[in-house]
């Protein structure tokens, strides 16, 4: 890597020893005796310097008041100030701003030496983690949204638009496996906030109480166990992005206080009084209808408008089976690289069987079937054996006294699979809720909230 030292100073005699000295010790050294000629030379990005060593008072201004405006151009870059007539204030604004450090003239060049590479150090190893993360984001462009159906098409063309736009809020819809959570990559990393935090949270995972201490944070004593102060996620995604998964099954209650955050731009933790202002782009997901359940009083109708500034919608598998000829080979790739194994060749049989299957679980379903076929291969051929593919998932999931048999395939939903299991418990308790409750090892209102959310038939005693 190319080390870039831009040294500004008008002092001639002094410019021409410290580019010698430095350029002797290895350093790629530009001097510069204006900030016009410098602003001209960042500008057009003629050089992008790893470290700015400079006088603080040029002819033609102020380089405090330069750094301040050109920090954003050069962000990488440390910045050293070398000068004969520093100040207190000066020192104390120069570090605000970001500055490595502020010497004063004459500075003896040992000293000089050890910060030059103490403040490289710093700049370099800056460098390597912006261009980790570049790299890492250049995964989720919109291109990263596999499969060239009509539908495919016009989900890549939605994403490009909004990753140019600065939308608040957003909505992704669809079924279970579809890749909601690839498309908020997509939206975060593309956008002008990539660079910002991306925070996420399954509302579906936690509890109510502990969604709202999580979501809020809390102070000290704001509750039993509440033994310090904590940083809830709307805060940590300050500037950032909050991926709020399963969003239809967060509680009514916590949806007026998500909706009066996103309104107010104020969070306030658990038992403060204080509020905090927050910057958020929040991208809201469900397998759920929201329209729907906004319509049925189920989702806060004025949140899902609040929401829904723009909607993704997503299709299922078997609504885009030709996306197939671009997944599976994708995903044979990408096992065949973990596995250490080498198939190539996918038999006319396979292809035939892997798009008569109507993929309930999605493109997570399709993931896991590849995965087991590569991992059992034998040899180059993708084993059609390991397929299994035949029966759908209302067929195998059955119960006998004792024990239920759910597909762990990726073939059923995990909202199917609830279900399954609540109405189970409930025939076998005689549609008791309270006795239902007991043999799941739940509450009553938990397992009420549930039976609602599913309509299913139950006596309430």
Known sequence: MIKTL?????????????????KQMGWEVVLATTLNE?????????????????????????????????????????????????????????????????????????????????????????????????????????????????????????????????????????????????????????????SQPMIEVNCAALPRELLESELFGHEAGAFTGATGRHRGLLEQADGGTLFMDEIGEMPLDLQAKLLKVIED????????????????????????DLESMAKAGTFRADLYHRLNV?????PPLREAVDDLDELVPLFVAEYNAKAGQHVKQIPAEVWQKLKAHDWRGNVRELRNVIERCVLFADDTIFPVQWLQLGKPAENIMTADTTHLHLPLDGSMAL????????????????????????????????????????????VDV
């Open 265 to 288: 731009h104020q969070v306030r933790r658990l038992g403060s009084e204080k509020e905090i202002s927050v910057d958020v782009q929040i991208i809201a997901a469900s397998n759920r």
């Open 38 to 194: 410098v602003k001209e030379l960042l500008v057009s990005k003629t050089i992008e310097p790893l470290l700015i060593l400079s006088d603080m008072n040029l002819p033609d201004g102020n380089a405090l008041d330069f750094m301040e405006k050109m920090k954003k151009l050069v962000s990488i870059a440390e910045w050293i100030f070398l000068t004969g007539f520093g100040s207190v204030p000066d020192s104390v604004r120069a570090l605000r701003l970001g500055a490595y450090d502020f010497l004063e003239k004459p500075c003896d060049l040992d000293r000089l030496d050890l910060v030059i590479t103490s403040a490289a150090r710093s700049a370099s190893m800056r460098r390597r983690v912006i261009d980790q993360t570049k790299q890492g984001h250049r995964r989720y462009s919109p291109e990263a949204f596999v499969g060239h159906s009509s539908q495919a098409h016009a989900v890549r063309q939605l994403l490009a638009k909004l990753t140019q736009v600065p939308f608040s809020a957003l909505i992704i819809g669809g079924e279970t496996g579809t890749g909601k959570g690839l498309i908020a990559r997509i939206l975060h990393y593309g956008g002008s906030r990539a």
């Open 415 to 458: 909202d199917d699979m609830d279900k399954f299991i609540i109405k189970t418990a409930l025939e076998r308790a005689d549609n008791n809720l309270m006795a239902a409750a007991r043999a799941l090892g739940t509450t009553r209102e938990t397992l009420r909230y549930r039976v609602k959310k599913y309509q299913l038939n139950h």
């Open 310 to 314: 723009f909607c993704v919608n997503l």
């Open 6 to 22: 831009l040294i500004i100073e008008d002092e001639k005699l002094l410019g021409f020893e410290l580019s010698r000295h430095y």
